[in-house]
């Protein structure tokens, strides 16, 4: 199953039978108004991000231009089209560099999430991108985390920085003059995750924070929770402030809630996503992209785009 399959075949299914209809009456925009909602609900989306979402859409959609427009349905689409980027935040947000090296990367997120194995892709990614990254092991609760970290470490390339199971803070800071001293300019941290968030987890990172600063803090999530990725995100933004989420397993999640809901609940943006296995199976996250993997419409919207031009000239 492909992301997002569900979602698309039923929105592909609302917008071909509006698309069929030639002039389109206000009547016939909310009722499929109505349909993309219990499409998007049935994708696991947030219930309070899919509300605002048709509202926006069906304000746009109902106004003079659309109704009396030549093609109502492609504009129709059209609106779709812009607020599904919108509410996955519209542009890629690429990742900060600090202006003195080392760049400190903190990554977070619960165990099973993913996170040991995303650092090395992180630190594989940056290091085809010309960058010198060090991983840090700074899970010391994990049975094997360290050792993991090692093994992918090693697949990506990158060195691994540990100290065993010394205090986690102790062992960042350590890491950060090792970096300066071997002229790497990227500090990737992996923290302890676990099972479900707790008073101890959260005071660790935050005291790994208040130590080291990090330029990003970002936060590792399993797309195919759900719902409960969303809370899971809320919940770390509360206490650490996180700059960015990473999606893992988007390739495996066929509803795409997650995807669609955390920007709008968090505030905070997708930088990557997680698409396979392999080291490099890590992709900077594209809104743009993803939305016209949802709606399958990229002739359509072309289409569109070029009418746009005509009318305009």
Request: with cysteine; proline share 4%; net charge positive.
């Amino acid at each position: 199953m492909a992301l997002f399959s569900g979602l698309s075949e039923r929105l592909s299914h609302i917008f071909s039978k509006i698309t069929k209809r030639g002039k389109l009456t206000e009547l016939e925009i909310k009722e499929a108004m109505r349909e993309v909602r219990i499409a998007l609900l049935e994708a696991d989306v947030n219930y309070m991000v899919v509300k605002d979402f048709i509202k926006n859409v069906s304000e746009k959609a109902v106004g003079e231009d659309v109704l009396k427009s030549l093609t109502p349905a492609q504009q129709v689409i059209k609106i779709v089209n812009e607020e599904l980027t919108n509410l996955m935040g519209s542009t890629n947000s690429k990742l900060a560099v600090s202006p003195k090296p080392p760049t400190i990367i903190m990554m977070c997120g619960l165990q099973g999430a993913g996170k040991t194995t995303m650092c090395a892709k992180l630190g594989y990614y940056l290091k085809k991108s010309g960058k010198r990254p060090l991983l840090v092991a700074c899970d010391i609760y994990r049975p094997a985390a360290i050792d993991q970290l090692k093994v992918v470490g090693k697949q990506a390339g990158c060195e691994v920085f540990e100290k065993g199971m010394q205090n986690p803070v102790k062992t960042a800071k350590q890491a950060v003059e090792h970096a300066l001293k071997q002229n790497l300019d990227t500090v990737i941290i992996d923290t302890a995750g676990r099972l479900h968030i707790n008073e101890e987890l959260m005071k660790e990172l935050e005291n790994i924070k208040k130590e080291l600063s990090p330029t990003e803090i970002l936060l590792v999530v399993d797309s195919m929770t759900g719902q409960d990725a969303v809370v899971v995100a809320q919940t770390f933004n509360e206490k650490l402030d996180v700059t960015g989420v990473i999606l893992t397993k988007l390739d495996g999640d066929t509803r795409g809630g997650a995807a669609l809901s955390i920007k709008a609940i968090t505030g905070k943006p997708i930088k990557f996503s997680g698409i396979g296995e392999k080291i490099g199976d890590l992709e900077p996250f594209y809104p743009d992209k993803i939305t016209s993997r949802i709606l399958r419409m990229g002739d359509v919207l072309t289409l569109i785009e070029k009418s746009k031009e005509s009318v305009s000239e």
